[in-house]
């Protein structure tokens, strides 16, 4: 399993810039993993698209204002995303920073709105370890200081709309630092359409990190490893997914993080587990799927994990055959842009 098995040409203005006027607007790639066929749709199909009785399971987390930028006490510039917080008593964070100069263990940094962070430590990684303090709740006043964390594809600095666009309806739990870009698609109006199809939908949390963006830097993919990730599993939501399963119901994941959660949680008797961890799953082609029968997903980055992960649910060939049929239809990449049902 070699990265360069997993490329595609895409032309640069497919990568959609700015979300779409309607969240619900976008276009729907459909493939049947049993017949290999494509067929295209609007977003606004999904509902009459899934069967009734199917559980749609979401990502509920909610992304962070994480990008922070401000300046050095020596007054040069620099640039703070917030990854994790590891100690909440004391405010501390495991962050990526960039600046001219790298930032050394006992620089102080000053950001908008009093945020001030002080660098504690250095990991292997490249990342730092910085305590933060401020003149009141922290979360609030991050609200205010903090930009939207936009991938790097997206060429352009965040804006007031991305605030809410980069954001899914049902974000809940703080936590991510890029959105689950499956669920921008969705709107109240659209559960209101799969609740009268009888779909029912839970919800899981994965706090989404920055390995999401970073490159594979090895060519032999199973030498990869992934960043953890934080995961919860609730237990009201593992016991419909275990009752649904039991009674021949699909599971439907909504996006890639739905899927490595769900089947990192299965036990060995294909029991979803409840409860909460880290996960570092890395999905390649061969690996079993033991929960997930349907996938929700947008298109993804050439040689990335996700390409890589869809590949294994719906095959090599399929998804690059049908990645070529989007391409050639003009359809929308990446996190603004459309997305694909695989049955």
């Known amino acids: 399993m070699l990265l360069t098995e997993y490329n595609f040409d895409l032309p640069q203005e497919l990568i959609a810039q700015q979300p779409l006027g309607d969240r619900s607007a976008s ?22 698209l899934l069967r009734e009785g199917d559980l749609l399971v ?35 964070w495991r962050c990526m920073t960039r600046s001219s100069k790298p930032v050394r263990v006992g620089c102080l940094l000053e950001f908008p709105q009093g945020i001030c ?19 009141g709740d922290f979360f609030e006043l991050l609200e205010q200081a903090g930009h939207v964390p936009l991938p790097p594809y997206i060429r352009r600095e965040d804006h007031d709309l991305d605030k809410d666009r980069y954001q899914t309806v049902f974000a ?17 109006k659209t559960f209101d359409a799969l609740a009268a199809r009888n779909i029912d939908v ?12 970073l490159p594979v830097r090895t060519e032999n993919l199973p030498d990869h490893r992934m960043h953890t990730e934080f995961y919860e599993v609730p237990e009201e939501t593992a016991e419909r997914i275990n009752a649904a399963r039991a ?46 029968d349907a996938l929700i997903t947008n298109f993804h980055l050439p040689k990335s994990t996700l390409l890589v992960l869809a590949s294994a649910f719906a095959g090599r060939d399929f998804i690059l055959q049908a990645y070529r049929e989007a391409v050639d239809h003009g359809y929308r990449f990446f996190s603004y842009g459309d997305c694909m049902l695989i049955e």
Request: aromatic residues 6%.
């Open 172 to 188: 809940n739990n703080p936590g991510a630092v890029a959105a689950p870009t499956a669920g921008l698609h969705f709107t109240e």
């Open 58 to 92: 979401r990502n509920e987390t909610r992304v962070l204002p994480a990008r922070l930028l401000g300046r050095k006490s020596s007054g040069g510039q620099v640039e703070v995303l917030l990854v994790r917080q590891l100690d909440a008593s004391r405010n501390i």
């Open 117 to 135: 962070g002080e660098v504690i430590d250095a990991e292997v990684d490249g990342q730092r370890l910085l305590r933060f303090t401020c003149p």
């Open 247 to 292: 009674d021949g119901r699909r599971i439907v994941a909504l996006g890639t993080t739905v899927t490595r959660t769900l089947e990192y949680a299965v036990n060995d008797q294909g029991l979803l587990l409840a409860g909460q961890g880290e996960t570092d799953l890395f999905i390649l082609p061969g690996f079993k799927f033991r929960v997930v």
């Open 27 to 48: 276009r729907l790639l459909l493939l049947n993993r049993l017949n290999r066929k494509i067929a295209h749709h609007h977003f606004s199909s999904l509902p009459g």
């Open 202 to 213: 839970c919800g899981v949390t994965l706090h989404v990190g920055p390995g999401t963006f």
